[in-house]
């Protein structure tokens, strides 16, 4: 079960709309020999530094330098760690393992950073930011070479980016924030605050940007425009704070005491949780595998306390789905003319279709919310002929109720419930919109219908829609692509290359979104991948421990469709200096390598390259020397074959910027089905 | 041609069943911990033979899936000695022991401090040593106790705390379960139950003297000469 789906079973049983009670939850605690000065963390791990050492969570010390740590940075994808100390008049910049003492990686010259006063890691952790004065050094971080230098609007004494590589954030010297177009360093949005700067950060989805001030107020900004959403104030000495990863909550600390948990839709909403200990500087959400925590330390410790209880953002849940399913339905049916398509995909159909599934999917959300709930008569209004029933978990409705009929209605344990359905509020919280109400004193029912009053048009204003026109043209292509595929794997067939138990599929698909300047973009999405039947896999596939593309017929087959598709059909789309996302995913199945299989060296040697496995951001090591020794080193290698046939073989790609996403998956399962590679074309702005 | 179809499924069929999952195989669910009992997060647990790994999380849980029975898993963290175990089925609990682990010294028992209910009772006008340990990278350390008296339960007046002969200035020192009680020598005074003030002003852990923790039934106190490494 996914930790999301997890999380809203759980929220659903404890706390439909009660607001959580934090100070009871557990709290994990670490106690510290040294307080944690600063932090920053991977995944649920944090990392603290003090004085002149680096310390992981059990007090270890990852490494201790000449001068007293002024900043510290984990490296994203988990290996190592970057810190900051004086160096007379000069910073030290040092790169040391996470999991080994005193190892040092890399220092970079005191002459060439000069005073460094912030780092920050790009979000793809193949770089590193450091900003001295308003000079900002980008080093890349296998050899550890200058590739960049730019001068920026103003000097940052604190760093941080957006997820999407969108946006750099700065905290200036003279206390205001700043936003940079990560890209080109250009100023996107200077913010005049009315007091000095304490904390800025990005949400997890990179949708809003807070800013904390020292005057006790946190604003946030979305992200498109960077106009204020929401304003939260009386936050007393607003030292930090943290997005929780849904959006939908604010962790403040509001001293050094007191963490303020606040629901940034309904701002009234405000949950302490008080240490007695003090000493709270830093704040972070993070979560396992089933529990979501929020972590920060106190004067002795680390701390970890839970905040499963805390509700899910419903309306994001909701977007997610309805997302899902319109992409299912844009696309066309097996057999389907395109007549036919046109009149079932058009904009009346898609308003219809977004009504019903919210409310079929909010109702489902919304769970049996009457059942739990205790109903309470308010008053009728007579002119109007409504009965007002109150809800303890939801808002009151008003039911019409014929004025000769309201003494029937004395006892609300005569009331039952049928074919509820619910709608969500901008609040994120759930009402009835429909409920067939029988009476049972009289034997009599009575329908509560508010569908068309409410809806999430809100929603749609925000996030936009895709032109029909594209999805249209998109589905077309689509066809053709499939045309390709059929030649391809016809030939393949006739060849002998691959069976027919080879299965290759293409897909488009429009997505809508916007670019860092805030336009609104429509990128094309073109995906391909093979499934083999298991007992043809090991003659159409990668035989085991083989990760080479013309080890495996069907990648083969695959990739050579993607090359006659993207130098025909879907050629208009690369075009010179225009973005070009490239997932590649490797994968591998889980069984043992139980001897080093030797490794040449052909795509190159990778040190502590990073990649996504599972869709975190991890790294691995694949050398000449070292061999391969793991699935995961098979399933990167498998992922680089096909990065490099694309590279070398496809006409037109090298004219693109093309970003390169290396993709890792080991399977929990054995066997040759479970090795092959998928990749996915991103053209941004592609319309 | 029928020879060469036959041929085709035999080698099919024999490549299938190696494929096949090995018997044995599962969801391997774990914990790890430190010598102190306490769950240790982000211990890296690795099934030696694919490599493949997971980070315990901040119970010191982890989950690994496909492990086959008899497989051996490494559990790797800083600070602690790598350990290997062999899984045979069935939930893991591994215990990581510390290196450089403190080593107490040498010493009798002259007093001793109970926790009473919420409070901890220390022994009345005791001359008491301070048990001596230190964890220091820079190696060995000769470390000397001096003795500190207790003036009321919560008030303890250390003379002195002890004399380093050592190089570097980095030393913590701990107590019997691992927990933190402070760093630097000088005077020091107890104040309260929970806070010991150095008069160098450094700050000292508490958790020695909190009767929170269930483990501490009781601390003994000892006099003695004292070194580690």
Redesign the interface.
């Known amino acids: 079960m996914s930790h999301r789906y997890f999380t809203v079973l759980l929220a659903l049983g404890l706390s439909i709309t009660a607001f959580a009670q934090l100070q009871n939850e557990e709290t994990?605690v670490?106690?510290?020999?040294?307080?944690p000065v600063g932090l920053d963390n991977y995944?649920?791990?944090l990392y603290y530094f003090n004085g002149n050492?680096a310390l992981?969570?059990?007090?270890?010390?990852?490494c201790?330098v000449r001068g007293e740590i002024q900043n510290m940075k984990v490296n994203p994808a988990a290996h190592s760690l970057a810190v900051v100390f004086p160096n007379k008049d000069k910073s030290s910049v040092e790169i040391y393992y996470?999991?080994?003492?005193d190892e040092r990686l890399h220092h970079f010259p005191e002459k060439v950073i000069g005073k460094a006063q912030a780092i920050c890691y790009t979000p793809d952790a193949r770089k590193l930011m450091i900003a001295s004065g308003n000079k900002l050094l980008t080093f890349e971080l296998n050899k550890y070479t200058l590739v960049q230098e730019d001068l920026l609007s103003a000097t940052p004494v604190s760093l941080c980016t957006s997820r999407n590589g969108y946006f750099l954030g700065g905290i200036t010297e003279d206390g205001q924030a700043v936003i940079w177009n990560l890209e080109t360093k250009a100023v996107r949005k200077v913010f005049n605050t009315p007091a000095r700067v304490n904390a800025i950060a990005f949400s997890a989805d990179n949708k809003q940007f807070g800013i904390l001030t020292a005057n006790g107020e946190l604003k946030i900004y979305d992200t498109r425009q960077f106009e204020e959403q929401v304003s939260i104030g009386q936050l007393n000495q607003a030292i930090t704070f943290a997005f929780h990863p849904d959006g939908k909550y604010v962790g403040v600390v509001t001293n050094p005491s007191t963490i303020e948990v606040i629901n940034t839709l309904k701002t009234e909403e405000r949950d302490p949780v008080t240490v007695l200990e003090g000493g709270i500087s830093y704040i972070q959400f993070?979560y396992?595998?089933t529990t979501n925590?929020m972590a920060f330390n106190t004067?002795?410790s680390l701390s970890?306390k839970n905040v499963t209880s805390l509700t899910p953002y419903y309306t994001r849940l909701l977007e997610e789905e309805l997302s899902q399913r319109f992409d299912e339905w844009q696309q066309r049916l097996p057999g389907e003319t395109l007549e036919e398509y046109q009149l079932r995909v058009n904009d009346e159909n898609r308003n219809r279709k977004s009504h019903e599934w919210e409310e079929e999917i909010s109702t489902r959300l919304a769970s049996d919310l009457v059942a739990m709930s205790s109903v309470t008569l308010g008053s009728y209004n007579a002119a109007q002929e409504l009965l007002a029933l109150n809800f303890s978990t939801m808002p009151t409705i008003f039911l019409p109720v014929p004025a000769n009929e309201v003494s029937d209605f004395d006892d609300t344990g005569n009331l039952e419930f049928h074919n509820v359905k619910y709608g969500l509020t901008r609040e994120d919280t759930f009402e009835m919109v429909y409920a067939d109400i029988y009476n049972k004193k009289v034997g009599k029912t009575y329908t509560f219908d508010n569908r068309e009053r409410r809806s999430l048009d809100y929603l749609h204003d925000e996030e936009g829609f895709v032109p029909l026109e594209y999805i249209q043209q998109a589905s077309m292509e689509e066809v053709m692509l499939k045309e390709i595929k059929e030649k391809v794997v016809e030939a393949a067939l006739q060849q002998n290359v691959i069976t027919d138990h080879t299965q290759i599929a293409v897909n488009a698909r429009v997505v809508n979104d916007y670019d860092a300047d805030g336009k609104q973009i429509y990128n094309y999405e073109v995906s391909y991948k093979y499934d083999v039947e298991?007992?043809?896999s090991?003659?159409d596939d990668f035989p085991?421990g083989r990760f080479q593309v013309e080890q495996s017929a069907a990648a083969m087959s695959m990739l050579a469709i993607v090359k006659e598709s993207l130098e025909g059909s879907l050629n208009q789309y690369l075009r010179p200096g225009k973005k070009l996302k490239v997932q590649v995913t490797g994968s591998a199945d889980?069984?043992?390598?139980?001897r080093v299989i030797p490794y040449q060296g052909v795509y190159g040697d990778f040190t502590n390259e990073p990649i996504y496995q599972n869709g975190e951001l991890t790294s691995i090591t694949v050398t000449k020397a070292s061999g391969i020794?793991?699935?995961?080193?098979l399933a990167f290698l498998r992922a680089l074959g096909v990065k490099n046939y694309i590279q070398n073989n496809v006409a037109g790609i090298d004219q693109m910027k093309a970003d390169f996403i290396e993709n890792v998956e080991?399977?929990?399962?054995?066997?040759?089905a479970f090795r092959r590679i998928s990749v996915v074309f991103t053209f941004v702005d592609a319309f | 041609m029928k020879k060469k179809t036959l041929l085709f499924i035999a080698a099919s069929l024999l490549l299938t069943a190696l494929n096949f999952p090995l018997q044995g195989q599962g969801v391997l669910r774990g914990t790890v911990s430190g010598d102190n009992g306490e769950g240790l997060p982000g211990v890296t647990v690795i099934v030696s033979s694919t490599g493949n790994s997971a980070l315990s999380d901040i119970m010191g849980d982890f989950v690994l899936y496909n492990v086959a029975s008899g497989e051996t898993i490494r559990f790797e963290y800083l600070g602690y000695k790598t350990q290997e175990v062999v899984w045979d089925r069935g939930p893991l609990k591994v215990t990581l022991k510390q290196k450089n682990a403190p080593k107490w010294v040498v010493g009798h028992e002259v007093g001793a401090i109970r926790p009473t209910g919420s409070e901890w009772q220390t022994t009345l006008g005791s001359f008491v040593g301070y048990y001596n340990i230190n964890h220091s990278r820079f190696g060995a350390d000769l470390h000397i106790s001096f003795p500190f008296i207790v003036i009321s339960p919560n008030l303890v007046f250390r003379v002195a705390d002890r004399f380093f002969l050592r190089a570097g200035p980095t030393y913590n020192c701990y107590d019997k379960i691992g927990k933190g009680l402070g760093v630097n020598g000088g005077l020091s005074l107890m104040v309260g139950k929970y806070t010991i003030i150095t008069l160098d002003g450094q700050y000292y852990g508490s958790s020695y003297f909190a009767p929170t923790d269930p483990r501490q039934k009781c601390v003994a106190i000892k006099a003695g000469i004292g070194w580690a490494f």
């Open positions: 994990r670490f106690k510290q020999t040294k307080y995944q649920s791990i050492e992981n969570i059990r007090h270890s010390v990852i201790s996470m999991n080994k003492r993070v396992t595998e925590y004067a002795n970890y298991e007992e043809f090991s003659r085991s889980a069984t043992p390598v139980r020794t793991t699935n995961e080193q080991v399977s929990k399962d054995r066997g040759s």
